[in-house]
C-alpha cells in the first residue's frame, strides 16, 4: 500500500500563486513510476493538468501550459505543481496521482491522495 498526501492548496486572489505538493510513502519499499496531478470542480468531471514520467517528460493540459509546472524529487518520493498566474477557472479540488509498486506487488497500480482545495478568488 503506498499513500499520497496532498499539501499547499489554498484561497489566492486571481494573478497569484500556489506550490502544490504530494508526498507518496508506504510502510515497505515501494516504487514510483509516473506520476500526475488532476483537477476536478464542481459540476465538471475530473481532468488531467500535468503529468511527470520517472525519467523527467511532462505533459501540461493547454489550459495550464506556461502558467503551471510539474516537477518531482525521486529522492523524495515528491511531486510538485507550481502554480502561477491563477485563474478563477483553476479552482477545484487537486488530486496527485501515481503509478507505483510494493516489493510485494505483481505490477504498478495506481494509487490517489485525498485531494487539496485550491480556490482562486477576489
Known amino acids: 500500500q503506498v499513500q499520497l498526501v496532498e499539501s499547499g492548496g489554498g484561497l489566492v486572489q486571481p494573478g497569484g500563486s500556489l506550490r502544490l505538493s504530494c508526498a507518496a510513502s508506504?510502510?515497505?519499499?515501494?516504487?514510483?513510476?509516473?506520476m500526475g496531478w488532476y483537477r476536478q470542480a464542481p459540476g465538471k468531471q475530473r481532468e488531467l493538468v500535468a503529468a511527470?514520467?520517472?525519467?523527467?517528460?511532462?505533459n501540461y493540459a493547454d489550459s495550464v501550459k506556461g502558467r503551471f509546472t510539474v516537477s518531482r524529487d525521486n529522492a523524495k518520493n515528491t511531486v510538485y505543481l507550481q502554480m502561477t498566474s491563477l485563474k478563477p477557472e483553476d479552482t477545484a479540488i487537486y488530486s496527485c496521482?501515481?503509478?507505483?509498486?510494493?516489493?510485494?506487488?505483481?505490477?504498478?497500480?495506481?494509487?490517489w491522495g485525498q485531494g487539496t482545495q485550491v480556490t482562486v478568488s477576489s
Open positions: 496521482n501515481a503509478k507505483a509498486r510494493t516489493a510485494l506487488a505483481d505490477r504498478f497500480r495506481d494509487y
Open positions: 508506504s510502510r515497505t519499499i515501494f516504487r514510483l513510476n509516473d
Open positions: 511527470i514520467t520517472s525519467g523527467g517528460s511532462t
